[in-house]
């Protein structure tokens, strides 16, 4: 039983030890039964709320209740990005040495706004970033910062664009001045982040111009000049350019040498979305993607994507953090410090003045699985991904949609004979295989259809689970004919 607590304070050490001890065999054993859970939360809308009382509780209550709600309330109704099932969006992976850097950092709670106020987690943010861009292959001038988000990282991206474009912007903002209309220009498959940037900015979505794809699903860059054409004609200024490198709906590529060499004839911004495949520019096989990087003024890379890191952390690099300082630093007094000028402060890289030490658990995932260990966990993923294109290419009733450069597969079932509609028939095997509790796929829509996408990112994904798909899909559709 909980001893009685102590009328002030924190609670005591050797409860906290005691605790800690039972939590660390509570992750233990989750990580090493993951797959007795339901992939996809089976709980209905409103039964998490039911669970649990309208009040905080007024008396003290035995941290065992609370632990024990954990396997009563929150396991059932949590969505297992951890099970090797979850092929959904982006398949991620909190993995052991990142879980225990975030226990690390929040026992340490760390609030690095300012150098003083946390010189590890300042200085480890700028060493683990600059490893990673060395891993990519980045050009050393590429100074990279931590945000939660990529699309926090594309909004300071674009945040940078307008700075250079509207130098006055921070102090005289945008609206009620003559200024020249400004455009973003980006794939019709870039990240929604990109529309919402532009919003936030007030820029206003009309600034966003969608440029058309390829049957490869790539930015046209022919219709990118065009675009640009047209808006210079209309006295529209091109603000800022966005190629993908993985676009989410099928990962496709889009050109960033020839967005790159755009954007420095026309003085736009060009920001790269690498947010899932950003890390394969660490892989010898897939040096062809680190064409053009060095020409971006940003790019963004999302380790809690595919690097194994706990949920959150993004990051972006760029050549010209001076233009984000320029954007967002501001010093009140009660934040001047003696050192100020000897020293980076993160709060000067960005709209949040505090931040959580980040930096811990990206630090410790490099160095447990080593440069060659994540390499080796990155191909196994795109060779996974390439069985599973096989077998969807091998069999009649389904159809490949997409090329798969990484570890995305999409596809869609097209049976011969099959007389309904089959947007509805591909939603409905999705819903079918997701019910099973085994597999959890997700949609998007290509060329106008319905596309199932098999997304490969989890460290224990073997090529069972991937049987364990295709079987599922089979079944279901056996279902429906
Ligand atoms: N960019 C791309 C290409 C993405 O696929 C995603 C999310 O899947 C994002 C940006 C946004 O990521 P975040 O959830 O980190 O904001």
Request: charged letters at 20%; proline letters at 6%; one cysteine or more.
């Amino acid at each position: 039983m909980t001893p009685a607590q102590p009328p002030f304070g924190d609670m005591p050490p050797d409860d906290f030890r005691r605790y800690a001890h039972t939590l660390v065999e509570w992750a233990a054993d989750y990580f090493e039964q993951i797959e007795t859970h339901a992939v996809l939360s089976q709980v209905l809308p409103g039964d998490v709320r039911k669970a649990l009382p309208d009040h905080a509780p007024e008396q003290p209550e035995p941290f065992e209740q609370v632990i024990a709600d954990l396997d009563r309330i929150i396991l059932p109704a949590a969505t297992h990005w951890n099970h090797p099932g979850f092929f959904a969006y982006f398949a991620i992976t909190g993995s052991a040495p990142g879980v225990l850097m975030d226990l690390v950092s929040s026992a340490l709670n760390q609030q690095a706004m300012l150098w003083r106020t946390s010189p590890a987690a300042t200085e480890l943010e700028e060493v683990t970033l600059r490893w990673l861009a060395r891993l990519m292959h980045l050009p050393d001038q590429m100074e990279g910062v931590i945000y939660d988000t990529a699309s926090i990282s594309t909004l300071h991206a674009l945040a940078a664009a307008r700075e250079v474009a509207v130098p006055d912007v921070r102090t005289k903002g945008l609206a009620g001045r003559s200024l020249p209309r400004m455009r973003v220009y980006a794939s019709e498959h870039a990240h929604s982040s990109v529309d919402k940037a532009v919003i936030a900015l007030g820029l206003g979505h009309d600034s966003l111009r969608r440029i058309s794809a390829d049957s490869a699903f790539s930015m046209r860059i022919d219709a990118l000049e065009a675009a640009i054409a047209e808006d210079r004609a209309a006295g529209i200024t091109p603000m800022a350019i966005v190629a993908t490198i993985g676009t989410t709906s099928s990962t496709s590529v889009d050109d960033v040498p020839a967005a790159a060499a755009i954007a420095r004839r026309e003085g736009a911004w060009l920001h790269v979305d690498a947010a899932y495949a950003g890390v394969m520019a660490m892989v010898p096989e897939f040096a062809w993607m680190r064409a053009g990087l060095d020409q971006a003024d940003s790019i963004v890379v999302n380790p809690h994507k595919w690097l194994f890191t706990p949920f959150d952390l993004s990051v972006l690099f760029t050549p010209r953090m001076d233009v984000i300082r320029q954007a967002f630093s501001l010093t009140p007094e009660y934040l001047k410090t003696p050192e100020a000028g000897a020293v980076k402060n993160l709060m000067d890289t960005g709209i949040q003045l505090g931040r959580r030490f980040r930096a811990l658990k990206l630090w410790a995932i490099l160095r447990y699985f080593g440069a060659e260990g994540v390499r080796a966990r990155l191909r196994e993923h795109c060779r996974l991904a390439q069985v599973f294109a096989a077998w969807v290419d091998a069999h009649p009733d389904f159809e490949r949609v997409a090329p798969v450069p990484f570890s995305v597969v999409c596809f869609r079932s097209a049976p011969h004979a099959y007389a309904g509609n089959l947007d509805v028939l591909n939603h409905a095997l999705i819903e079918r295989v997701n019910k099973s509790g085994d597999v959890f796929l997700s949609h998007t829509s290509l060329n106008g259809q319905i596309v199932i996408r098999l997304a490969v990112g989890n460290l224990r994904t073997e090529e069972r689970h991937l049987r364990r798909a295709w079987d599922l899909l089979h079944e279901a559709l056996d279902a429906f004919r």
